[in-house]
């Protein structure tokens, strides 16, 4: 069974752009979380969609925004980059019970310069 | 207020050996979900062993186990026999409340360093 894809691995911006990451979860996985780990700040949450649908949401600005297609896949865009959006960007998915595992990708890492 | 501590930013272990990673954790809810993850160096997250609060046996996974302390508010990681490729970032995460709403949301700790020396 395939695992959790991201692409891309590694991204390079500059301030001011935007940037779009893809997520493709596990077979048969419908939730799809979103979180930013950074060295000063840790793993934090973004998002989680569920059915195409955005369940629950983490303490992130508006530039933050993502979506959910009918086959699970996931998309993350940040607009207008800002420095600190340096981060690892990873995607988890899960069958979306509560008592279920998160299975994580490799994660895109974000280099804004 | 941090809702998962890892109070250890760094531990050794010698290879073949126990080790004891510790998690405490805040909540008012009485229905929760505990969870560990391992990260090695290449960044992705691997899960490890899950725990819910409602469990009264400590899960146990081939070399891993939850020693829950319900009362303490204590999660800690127990790896047997440890081996080299053990080396690794591991994470402690909770999910709150017994919802599928919060099913996608976990909330980790600032995570341990685990070194395993031959």
């Known amino acids: 069974k395939a695992g959790v894809t991201q692409t891309p691995r590694y991204l390079i911006k500059t301030r001011g752009q935007q940037v779009t990451l893809s997520c493709s979860p596990i077979?048969?996985?419908?939730?799809v979380s979103w979180y930013q780990q950074t060295p000063g700040q840790g793993l934090q949450f973004l998002f989680e969609y569920f059915s195409e649908t955005q369940r629950n949401k983490g303490n992130f600005p508006g530039r933050f925004s993502g979506r959910q297609f009918s086959n699970s896949r996931s998309e993350m865009n940040v607009s207008t980059l800002e420095l600190g959006d340096s981060a690892l960007y990873l995607c988890?998915?899960?069958?979306?019970?509560?008592?279920?595992?998160?299975?994580f990708g490799d994660g895109t890492r974000l280099s804004i310069l | 207020a941090q809702k998962i501590t890892q109070t250890q930013p760094g531990m050794f272990v010698q290879e073949k050996e126990a080790v004891t990673l510790d998690c405490t954790y805040d909540?008012?809810?009485?229905?929760?979900?505990l969870f560990w993850y391992k990260q090695p160096s290449s960044g992705e997250m691997i899960f490890l062993i899950y725990q819910g609060s409602y469990d009264e046996q400590n899960a146990t996974e081939g070399r891993y186990s939850l020693n829950f302390q319900k009362a303490r508010k204590s999660a800690n990681l127990v790896i047997s026999a440890s081996q080299l490729g053990d080396s690794a970032m591991y994470f402690c995460?909770?999910?709150?409340?017994?919802?599928?709403?919060?099913?996608?949301?976990?909330?980790f700790g600032d995570g341990t360093t685990l070194t395993v020396k031959p």
């Open positions: 988890a998915s899960s069958q979306g019970g509560f008592n279920q595992p998160q299975h």
């Open positions: 077979s048969g996985h419908r939730s």
């Open positions: 995460a909770m999910r709150e409340g017994n919802s599928n709403t919060n099913a996608g949301k976990s909330t």
């Open positions: 909540t008012s809810d009485q229905s929760y979900g």
